[in-house]
């Protein structure tokens, strides 16, 4: 407007007059037509209305203009080719602008808030997916802890009464400690070593835990490394002819923790070894470690290995 209408108050009475018609134009499709459709899906009403919309402030504000102009209430003077009628005509495109803006944000502030919503949604599935896993791993572990209570009963029953206690310790760890995502690492490995010293109770096999892990400052997933545990002991061989072994190295540079879990076996264990346990960790760890560790298993005619390299964060 500004390069045809000198006068000052003819300038601000176009401001306002398009200003205004392209707020309603915006506001029109934006908070009224646009959710209209989100919850019908009608995209032949939507059409039709923006088009009835669109003519009637077209029409409307050009009518305003013929009548203002007309009396000459705001008398201006052209510096190129356009009449009143071109002018008035012209009222159609402008109030197409803020009809297609208003479109536009709406579908793009509706995109975003599907996303928000999607995300969130994905969050609490996982967390859900996670709490799930959990609850299914402490009974896991209860049972295979009784069972070794169990066996000690028959020969000794004062250092089952410290076995006990040991398992009361460790239940107790699962309850107030396990109920976050994530857990302080020196208590996590106290707890796996309180565990492998219960187990090994009631096995034959040579077993070794070394543990060389600088873990004060560190946070992992609570119990994410048992079911390895727990699988070489209810996996390890039991052949009189030979050593029977499980050895459990942890380590931890360059920011990763290597754990490496190694036990003697047989075919027979090796083609059934999968359980819930291993398929829980490998859950947990693509929901809590996306792209931040490898898993390795290696099976054979004598052994079974693991090894999980993990990048673990500062608490």
Same mark, same amino acid.
């Given at each position: 407007?500004?390069?045809?209408?000198?006068?000052?108050?003819?300038?601000?009475?176009?401001?306002?007059?398009?200003?205004?018609?392209?707020?309603?134009?915006?506001?029109?499709?934006?908070?009224?037509?646009?959710?209209?459709?989100?919850?019908?899906?009608?995209?032949?009403?939507?059409?039709?209305?923006?088009?009835?919309?669109?003519?009637?402030?077209?029409?409307?504000?050009?009518?305003?203009?013929?009548?203002?102009?007309?009396?000459?209430?705001?008398?201006?003077?052209?510096?190129?080719?356009?009449?009143?009628?071109?002018?008035?005509?012209?009222?159609?495109?402008?109030?197409?602008?803020?009809?297609?803006?208003?479109?536009?944000?709406?579908?793009?502030?509706?995109?975003?808030?599907?996303?928000?919503?999607?995300?969130?949604?994905?969050?609490?599935?996982?967390?859900?997916?996670?709490?799930?896993?959990?609850?299914?791993?402490?009974?896991?572990?209860?049972?295979?802890?009784?069972?070794?209570?169990?066996?000690?009963?028959?020969?000794?029953?004062?250092?089952?009464?410290?076995?006990?206690?040991?398992?009361?310790?460790?239940?107790?760890?699962?309850?107030?400690?396990? +109920?976050?995502?994530? &857990?302080?690492?020196?208590? %996590? #490995? *106290? @707890?796996?070593?309180? !565990?492998?010293?219960?187990?090994?109770?009631?096995?034959?096999?040579?077993?070794?835990?070394?543990?060389?892990?600088?873990?004060?400052?560190?946070?992992?997933?609570?119990?994410?490394?048992?079911?390895?545990?727990?699988?070489?002991?209810?996996?390890?061989?039991?052949?009189?002819?030979?050593?029977?072994?499980?050895?459990?190295?942890?380590?931890?540079?360059?920011?990763?923790?290597?754990?490496?879990?190694?036990?003697?076996?047989?075919?027979?264990?090796?083609?059934?070894?999968?359980?819930? +346990?291993?398929?829980? &960790?490998?859950?947990?760890? %693509? #929901? *809590? @470690?996306?792209?931040? !560790?490898?898993?390795?298993?290696?099976?054979?005619?004598?052994?079974?290995?693991?090894?999980?390299?993990?990048?673990?964060?500062?608490?």
């Amino acid at each position: 407007m500004y390069f045809y209408i000198s006068d000052k108050g003819n300038q601000l009475y176009f401001a306002a007059l398009d200003v205004s018609m392209i707020l309603c134009a915006f506001y029109g499709i934006y908070a009224y037509l646009m959710p209209r459709y989100f919850k019908d899906k009608n995209i032949t009403k939507l059409l039709s209305l923006s088009f009835l919309w669109l003519v009637i402030l077209a029409g409307g504000y050009a009518f305003i203009m013929k009548i203002l102009l007309n009396h000459m209430l705001f008398p201006i003077h052209f510096n190129f080719s356009w009449n009143y009628t071109d002018l008035q005509y012209n009222r159609f495109f402008i109030a197409l602008l803020g009809l297609l803006g208003g479109g536009y944000v709406k579908l793009a502030f509706d995109r975003v808030n599907a996303q928000r919503k999607l995300n969130a949604l994905e969050k609490a599935n996982a967390q859900a997916e996670l709490t799930y896993l959990k609850a299914q791993l402490n009974p896991h572990f209860l049972f295979n802890s009784l069972n070794s209570l169990y066996t000690q009963l028959d020969f000794d029953l004062p250092q089952a009464k410290t076995t006990l206690i040991t398992i009361a310790n460790l239940l107790r760890y699962q309850l107030y400690e396990c +109920g976050t995502d994530f &857990v302080p690492l020196s208590k %996590e #490995l *106290l @707890y796996l070593e309180n !565990y492998f010293h219960l187990q090994r109770i009631r096995t034959e096999a040579i077993t070794r835990l070394n543990i060389a892990v600088e873990s004060e400052a560190l946070k992992i997933a609570p119990l994410l490394l048992m079911p390895f545990v727990e699988n070489a002991f209810k996996h390890v061989s039991d052949d009189d002819n030979r050593e029977n072994i499980i050895q459990i190295d942890i380590q931890f540079t360059n920011e990763r923790l290597h754990f490496c879990c190694m036990n003697t076996s047989t075919i027979k264990d090796a083609s059934s070894r999968p359980g819930i +346990g291993l398929q829980n &960790v490998r859950q947990r760890l %693509e #929901l *809590l @470690y996306p792209n931040e !560790y490898e898993l390795h298993v290696k099976e054979g005619d004598s052994q079974y290995s693991i090894n999980l390299y993990l990048t673990l964060h500062r608490c």
